[in-house]
Structure formats: structure tokens, C-alpha cells
């Protein structure tokens, strides 16, 4: 599976962003997308995600409220929506996929991974 991110971009605080997410190759091992951040220093943080199968979706508790993951499983496409974005949400974001149908927090269960997109927050 090959992943595909883009619409990272400098934004003022309160302000919004959209990323997109498009697999490529062997689409079907692509049960779970998601996403995940790294800040400079920080371990990579987990997002959001949600099932192929069910559209079940999945939020790390600091994006609650704000973020909004959706899918188009005909594109094979992702979207992350981003409200109401914060300066702590400056990082450089990753699109990940995953075979097995259950979501984890974990980066070390994602098997296919994108080139990072930096969002960047801040007046």
C-alpha cells in the first residue's frame, strides 16, 4: 500500500486545516487508515483513525471535538478535518494504514506509512 498526504500548510490559531489521504497498490490490506503526529522532540502521537469495514472512528483525547476523520472508500481517500487548531497541534502529521480490522494507538501495529505533511499553527 502506498500512501499519499497532502494539504499541510501554516494557519492561525482557531483557524482550519484539511488533509487528505490517497492508497494506492494492494488497497484492500488498507482495513484501517488514520493518523498519526510528531512534534520536534515528541514521540509520534496517535490521531485519529477509522474502519473500512464498519466506518467506526477512533480519536486521541487531545484532538477530540475538534478533529474530524471521514473516508471515501471509493477513492480509496481519508480526510482529516481540523478545527478550532491550536498551536500544540504544530507537527508534522502522518498517514498510516493497517491490515488487521481493530484500530490500535500504537505506531509500532501500523504497517504501511506516508510521507509526513507539516502543519504548523501560530500567529
Known amino acids: 500500500v502506498q500512501l499519499q498526504a497532502s494539504g499541510g500548510g501554516l494557519v492561525q490559531p482557531g483557524g482550519s486545516l484539511r488533509l487528505s489521504c490517497a492508497a494506492s497498490?494492494?488497497?484492500?490490506?488498507?482495513?484501517?487508515m488514520g493518523w498519526f503526529r510528531q512534534a520536534p522532540g515528541k514521540e509520534r502521537e496517535f490521531v485519529t483513525s477509522i474502519r473500512r469495514s464498519t466506518g467506526n472512528t477512533y480519536y486521541g483525547d487531545s484532538v477530540k471535538g475538534r478533529f474530524t476523520i471521514s473516508r471515501d472508500n471509493a477513492k480509496n481517500t481519508v480526510y482529516l478535518q481540523m478545527n478550532s487548531l491550536k498551536p500544540e497541534d504544530t507537527a508534522v502529521y502522518y498517514c498510516?494504514?493497517?491490515?488487521?480490522?481493530?484500530?490500535?494507538?500504537?505506531?509500532?501495529?501500523?504497517?504501511?506509512w506516508g510521507l509526513g505533511t507539516q502543519v504548523t499553527v501560530s500567529s
Open positions: 498510516a494504514a493497517r491490515s488487521a480490522d481493530y484500530n490500535s494507538p500504537s505506531s509500532a501495529d501500523w504497517h504501511y
Open positions: 497498490g494492494r488497497t484492500f490490506s488498507s482495513n484501517i
